[in-house]
């Protein structure tokens, strides 16, 4: 990608009241996935939702200032996984305690932990990924792309190979495994998703 121009005014159409609108739907899924781009409301209305019905919610943060959005809202220990880069997590820990802790990752995501959130899948760029809960932290690598060709798409592929494992009964760190794998093929790819992408792919690339 060289440019891109986006109009995010079409998010504010995300309201409350179109949450309501779904709300059975939202009550048979397996999971419910959100970003920082809809409005606090929107996201308080998501998570309630989610709460009535005890579905669990994924958050990913989008950008430092709307990953903050579900404190601001109120709402951020009622998400199951958040899925932030190191600067992200920084910003979150700051405005739940005031510190960042000289950028300690342990200490940060025991934070976060201890503020009700389930899981932390800290993204870290070419050193891979973090993965937390209270009983559990492990670290993995990254699986090393043939070559880089584009690097958009892929911390969301990442995203949607987890919430994968996720959907199909996966552990966590398979999960992980499966995020990891799709961002591999994103950045071996000009397209964000990577248009060769499939389950039987994927499976090869985790073994």
């Given at each position: 990608m060289i440019a891109a121009i986006a109009d995010m005014k079409i998010f504010d159409s995300f309201t409350p009241k179109l949450i309501l609108k779904y709300e059975e739907k939202i009550k048979q899924s397996n999971i419910c996935i959100f970003d920082?781009?809809?409005?606090?409301?929107?996201?308080?209305?998501?998570?309630?939702?989610?709460q009535k019905y005890e579905v669990p919610t994924f958050f990913e943060p989008t950008s430092i200032s709307k990953g903050l959005k579900p404190i601001k809202a109120k709402v951020f220990h009622t998400i199951t996984y958040i899925s932030p880069n190191l600067d992200e997590l920084l910003a979150m820990v700051e405005?739940?305690?005031?510190?960042?802790?000289?950028?300690?990752?342990?200490?940060?995501?025991?934070?976060?932990?201890?503020?009700g959130v389930k899981v932390v899948i800290l993204k870290l760029g070419e050193k891979g990924v973090a993965v937390a809960s209270k009983d559990i932290f492990h670290e993995f690598l990254p699986y090393p792309p043939k070559e880089i060709v584009n690097v958009t798409g892929a911390g969301d592929s990442l995203v949607a190979g987890f919430v994968y494992g996720l959907t199909i009964?996966?552990?966590?760190?398979?999960?992980?495994?499966?995020?990891?794998?799709?961002?591999k093929l994103s950045l071996e790819n000009q397209a964000a998703i990577s248009p060769y992408l499939t389950p039987d792919l994927l499976e090869k690339i985790c073994q």
């Open positions: 920082g781009n809809i409005p606090e409301e929107t996201m308080k209305q998501i998570c309630d939702t989610c405005a739940l305690c005031g510190t960042s802790f000289d950028r300690d990752v342990k200490k940060c995501i025991s934070v976060v932990l201890e503020h009964g996966a552990t966590l760190e398979q999960c992980i495994k499966y995020g990891l794998g799709c961002a």
